[in-house]
C-alpha cells in the first residue's frame, strides 16, 4: 500500500523527500526503500526524492539540494553507474565532497 499511496500524494503535488533515522547501515536502508519505490517511481523522480525534495522536507532547501550558486557545493561521485538510467547506481558511491572538502574517497 505504500508505494502506491506515495504515488497518489506525488501525483496530487505532495513532496516526498527520503531521510532515514534507522539504525540500519544508511547504504542497506536506502537500498531497500529503493526497491519500494523504484516500484511506483522512475529514476529521475528518484534522484529528485533524494536531492531537491529530501532538502525541502528537512527544511534545508535554501542551502543544499540543488546544485545553484550560492548553495553549498555537497557533491557524490558514482562509480560509473547512471541514476537516470538505473538508480541503484546511488548505492556504489565513489568520492563525496562536503562543502568543498573531500570526506569520502574510494579512488
Known amino acids: 500500500q ?6 497518489f500524494l506525488w501525483n496530487a503535488g505532495v513532496v516526498i523527500g527520503y531521510g532515514t533515522d534507522t539504525s540500519f547501515p544508511p547504504r542497506d536502508s536506502l537500498r531497500h526503500e529503493l526497491r519500494a519505490l523504484s516500484s511506483v517511481f522512475g529514476p529521475k523522480e528518484l534522484v529528485t526524492i533524494l536531492t531537491k525534495n529530501a532538502a525541502i522536507c528537512a527544511d534545508v532547501d535554501e542551502m543544499t539540494g540543488t546544485i545553484e550558486t550560492g548553495k553549498q557545493a555537497d557533491l557524490v561521485m558514482l562509480d ?10 546511488v548505492l556504489d558511491v ?14
Open 2 to 7: 505504500g508505494p502506491v499511496n506515495d504515488r
Open 80 to 89: 560509473g553507474g547512471d541514476p537516470l538510467k538505473d538508480i541503484f547506481a
Open 94 to 107: 565513489r568520492l563525496v565532497d562536503k562543502g568543498g572538502k573531500i570526506v569520502s574517497d574510494r579512488r
